[in-house]
């Protein structure tokens, strides 16, 4: 296809560049007793009204065409693609105003603004050039609204926002590149259509004007006699097609050179181990967040589902989230890193990171807080990563953009990380993609992204549930890795209840958007109190269970997201459930040390747990 391609469109330069000398005096020079003439041996293509000879014409006009359509198709994309993919980056508001624009210019017909254009800027070359970039941009900009769309939900642009990235860094580093493949085929084929709407603007008098031609002005003379005499009309049609598969192929290549764009040049030699972190100076509290509630409205409805959390993260802790699925983990993790969708509105009495309240904080400020000081890890490694730009790319860009760090430092660093997740061709993985790394290795790849912004919190929702078991383990055990040495509060969100016993030092369980019991990890197995986490933890099962018996179950399901809860949510599906229950919502109160839990009856303790607690 390269060779196809370069043969093609190195012909078609050689003509732009040799046509006017080579056959411009023949293509200019009139012949009054040779006019209108069909093919001979001396004029292949034939003759025009002045007796001119239409192959020299055709060859010489190659550069004017291929030049003007190029010009309207680059200006035209230019403006359109901009427009576009300006709605990935911009707020709900802008947003909506540049789709009505893109929609309201999308309702005319492109030809007639092209030809309201042509007659607005003047019948010649340059109006028509203007006219019809006008023209294409309305359609450049949809598409590139609609593939921009797709990039603003994903997690990678989740965790670019993360970090804090400007957002003409989040357009030029995320979006653009990643939407830039069908743009550039979608580009290099207009070219080719432009080159026959610009035939149609010189056919109307629009265009091209004599004694200047292009393949669009000749067209249109041929088109007079095409009944009699074809070739003057389908010569430069043909012209047209060729130069439109040359593009069409270009496009292609582009494409391709494109996916092997940004790569890291300069790689130094990995350095030693990051010193221990010591954090004790600063504020020991990370994060406390107090009646934290989010409500989001569908056609429905308004679902709620997180009603009221209070949790608080202290520096070096890893603290589990468990629950059900649909229990509001994922969103109390978004509503905390600032990531909910943007219908979702969230409230809350407290949100304090590092003891900052978010409220004292600028949009600005709270952003650059957010992206030094917290990072987070997906539950797809696939997905949180761009898939157009390389590993090393992506592990860089923030402290690039943050502190400013030199690239060659920047990959050092990089490096260093790599190898702290044991990862040790660092050089070789920096140049890769995602696509290239394996599941457990792109995850590997995702806690070195955390870790080299040394965040204060790490909130990871759900790292292993897209792993196997060995590999969850390692994932595990870097996890504590980091929170040992850099001090790193870290936030387990997992159905995992085996998995956050022996991984956390704390853990939270949520039910139905609220907390509803906050106990030391160590006490998950025989030290539950809430009739919730104990099913829950019962439903687990382990090497010992009777396999002769179904496994435990928690009957019913949760409550109605949208509707209200005025008792406890767990009310009808609790076996020990007494008429307050129904009536009065039990708030998290203190119960022993370091355990909270939000019933009317909590449930005795087990007979060891009461025994350790004598002793
Ligand atoms: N974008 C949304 N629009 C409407 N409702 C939503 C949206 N996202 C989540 N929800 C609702 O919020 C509930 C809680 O979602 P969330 O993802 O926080 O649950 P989760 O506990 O993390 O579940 P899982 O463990 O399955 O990931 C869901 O059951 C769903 O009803």
């Given at each position: 296809?390269?060779?196809?391609?370069?043969?093609?469109?190195?012909?078609?330069?050689?003509?732009?560049?040799?046509?006017?000398?080579?056959w411009g005096q023949a293509a200019d020079r009139p012949n009054p007793s040779a006019v209108l003439q069909g093919p001979t041996a001396g004029h292949l293509l034939g003759t025009d009204h002045l007796g001119r000879?239409?192959?020299?014409?055709?060859?010489?006009?190659?550069?004017?065409?291929?030049?003007?359509?190029?010009?309207?198709?680059?200006?035209?994309?230019?403006?359109?693609?901009?427009?576009?993919?300006?709605?990935?980056?911009?707020?709900?508001?802008?947003?909506?105003?540049?789709?009505?624009?893109?929609?309201?210019?999308?309702?005319?017909?492109?030809?007639?603004?092209?030809?309201?254009?042509?007659?607005?800027?003047?019948?010649?070359?340059?109006?028509?050039?203007?006219?019809?970039?006008?023209?294409?941009?309305?359609?450049?900009?949809?598409?590139?609204?609609?593939?921009?769309?797709?990039?603003?939900?994903?997690?990678?642009?989740?965790?670019?926002?993360?970090?804090?990235?400007?957002?003409?860094?989040?357009?030029?580093?995320?979006?653009?590149?990643?939407?830039?493949?069908?743009?550039?085929?979608?580009?290099?084929?207009?070219?080719?259509?432009?080159?026959?709407?610009?035939?149609?603007?010189?056919?109307?008098?629009?265009?091209?004007?004599?004694?200047?031609?292009?393949?669009?002005?000749?067209?249109?003379?041929?088109?007079?006699?095409?009944?009699?005499?074809?070739?003057?009309?389908?010569a430069p049609g043909i012209a047209i097609v060729y130069a439109g598969v040359a593009f069409q192929l270009l496009g292609e290549m582009l494409a391709k050179a494109a996916a092997r764009r940004t790569r890291p040049?300069?790689?130094?030699?990995?350095?030693?181990?990051?010193?221990?972190?010591?954090?004790?100076?600063?504020?020991?509290?990370?994060?406390?967040?107090?009646?934290?509630?989010?409500?989001?409205?569908?056609?429905?409805?308004?679902?709620?589902?997180?009603?009221?959390?209070?949790?608080?993260?202290?520096?070096?802790?890893?603290?589990?989230?468990?629950?059900?699925?649909?229990?509001?983990?994922?969103?109390?993790?978004?509503?905390?890193?600032?990531?909910?969708?943007?219908?979702?509105?969230?409230?809350?009495?407290?949100?304090?990171?590092?003891?900052?309240?978010?409220?004292?904080?600028?949009?600005?400020?709270?952003?650059?807080?957010?992206?030094?000081?917290?990072?987070?890890?997906?539950?797809?490694?696939?997905?949180?990563?761009?898939?157009?730009?390389?590993?090393?790319?992506?592990?860089?860009?923030?402290?690039?953009?943050?502190?400013?760090?030199?690239?060659?430092?920047?990959?050092?660093?990089?490096?260093?990380?790599?190898?702290?997740?044991?990862?040790?061709?660092?050089?070789?993985?920096?140049?890769?993609?995602?696509?290239?790394?394996?599941?457990?290795?792109?995850?590997?790849?995702?806690?070195?992204?955390?870790?080299?912004?040394?965040?204060?919190?790490?909130?990871?929702?759900?790292?292993?549930?897209?792993?196997?078991?060995?590999?969850?383990?390692?994932?595990?055990?870097?996890?504590?890795?980091?929170?040992?040495?850099?001090?790193?509060?870290?936030?387990?969100?997992?159905?995992?209840?085996?998995?956050?016993?022996?991984?956390?030092?704390?853990?939270?369980?949520?039910?139905?958007?609220?907390?509803?019991?906050?106990?030391?990890?160590?006490?998950?197995?025989?030290?539950?109190?809430?009739?919730?986490?104990?099913?829950?933890?019962?439903?687990?099962?382990?090497?010992?269970?009777?396999?002769?018996?179904?496994?435990?179950?928690?009957?019913?399901?949760?409550?109605?997201?949208?509707?209200?809860?005025?008792?406890?949510?767990?009310?009808?599906?609790?076996?020990?459930?007494?008429?307050?229950?129904?009536?009065?919502?039990?708030?998290?109160?203190?119960?022993?040390?370091?355990?909270?839990?939000?019933?009317?009856?909590?449930?005795?303790?087990?007979?060891?747990?009461?025994?350790?607690?004598?002793?």
């Amino acid at each position: 296809m390269g060779v196809i391609t370069l043969t093609m469109l190195g012909s078609l330069t050689v003509l732009a560049m040799v046509g006017p000398a080579l056959w411009g005096q023949a293509a200019d020079r009139p012949n009054p007793s040779a006019v209108l003439q069909g093919p001979t041996a001396g004029h292949l293509l034939g003759t025009d009204h002045l007796g001119r000879d239409l192959l020299a014409r055709l060859l010489a006009a190659t550069g004017l065409s291929l030049l003007l359509a190029v010009a309207a198709t680059l200006l035209g994309a230019t403006a359109g693609i901009t427009l576009g993919a300006l709605t990935a980056v911009v707020g709900v508001r802008t947003r909506r105003m540049l789709g009505a624009l893109i929609n309201l210019l999308l309702a005319f017909p492109g030809l007639l603004v092209a030809m309201f254009f042509a007659v607005l800027f003047g019948a010649g070359a340059g109006g028509a050039v203007f006219a019809l970039a006008v023209a294409y941009a309305p359609g450049f900009a949809r598409i590139a609204q609609t593939l921009a769309a797709k990039v603003t939900e994903t997690d990678f642009m989740a965790a670019a926002r993360v970090l804090g990235l400007r957002r003409h860094r989040l357009l030029l580093r995320h979006v653009l590149p990643h939407i830039a493949e069908p743009l550039m085929l979608n580009t290099t084929v207009a070219a080719g259509s432009t080159l026959v709407a610009l035939s149609g603007l010189s056919f109307l008098g629009l265009g091209v004007q004599p004694p200047s031609y292009d393949w669009g002005l000749l067209l249109s003379q041929g088109l007079d006699r095409i009944y009699s005499e074809p070739l003057p009309a389908v010569a430069p049609g043909i012209a047209i097609v060729y130069a439109g598969v040359a593009f069409q192929l270009l496009g292609e290549m582009l494409a391709k050179a494109a996916a092997r764009r940004t790569r890291p040049r300069q790689m130094a030699e990995p350095a030693v181990r990051p010193a221990h972190v010591d954090r004790t100076a600063s504020v020991d509290q990370v994060l406390e967040v107090e009646d934290l509630r989010v409500a989001i409205p569908t056609a429905a409805g308004v679902v709620r589902p997180v009603r009221g959390v209070s949790l608080d993260l202290r520096r070096g802790e890893i603290v589990g989230l468990v629950g059900e699925s649909g229990s509001g983990k994922s969103l109390t993790a978004l509503a905390i890193a600032d990531l909910l969708p943007e219908h979702a509105k969230s409230t809350w009495r407290a949100n304090r990171f590092l003891g900052t309240d978010t409220k004292s904080l600028t949009r600005k400020e709270r952003r650059r807080q957010l992206a030094t000081g917290m990072a987070v890890i997906f539950q797809n490694p696939a997905s949180a990563f761009n898939p157009s730009l390389r590993i090393g790319t992506q592990m860089t860009e923030a402290v690039r953009a943050h502190h400013n760090t030199p690239r060659a430092e920047a990959v050092e660093q990089a490096l260093t990380e790599l190898q702290r997740v044991t990862l040790p061709a660092g050089h070789r993985l920096l140049r890769s993609r995602p696509f290239q790394l394996s599941g457990g290795q792109r995850q590997r790849v995702a806690i070195a992204t955390a870790s080299m912004m040394r965040p204060d919190l790490i909130i990871a929702d759900e790292p292993t549930t897209a792993l196997d078991v060995t590999v969850q383990r390692q994932i595990v055990d870097l996890l504590r890795r980091i929170r040992h040495d850099d001090a790193t509060a870290i936030l387990f969100i997992s159905h995992d209840i085996a998995l956050v016993a022996n991984t956390c030092d704390r853990v939270l369980v949520m039910y139905a958007g609220t907390i509803v019991e906050n106990l030391p990890a160590h006490a998950l197995a025989t030290g539950t109190r809430h009739p919730y986490t104990r099913a829950l933890v019962e439903s687990v099962p382990d090497m010992t269970a009777d396999r002769t018996h179904p496994l435990r179950t928690i009957k019913g399901s949760p409550p109605d997201p949208y509707g209200e809860i005025s008792g406890c949510p767990f009310y009808d599906r609790c076996a020990h459930r007494q008429d307050r229950c129904a009536q009065e919502r039990p708030v998290l109160s203190p119960l022993g040390p370091g355990h909270e839990i939000a019933c009317w009856h909590p449930l005795p303790q087990a007979q060891r747990e009461a025994e350790e607690a004598a002793k």
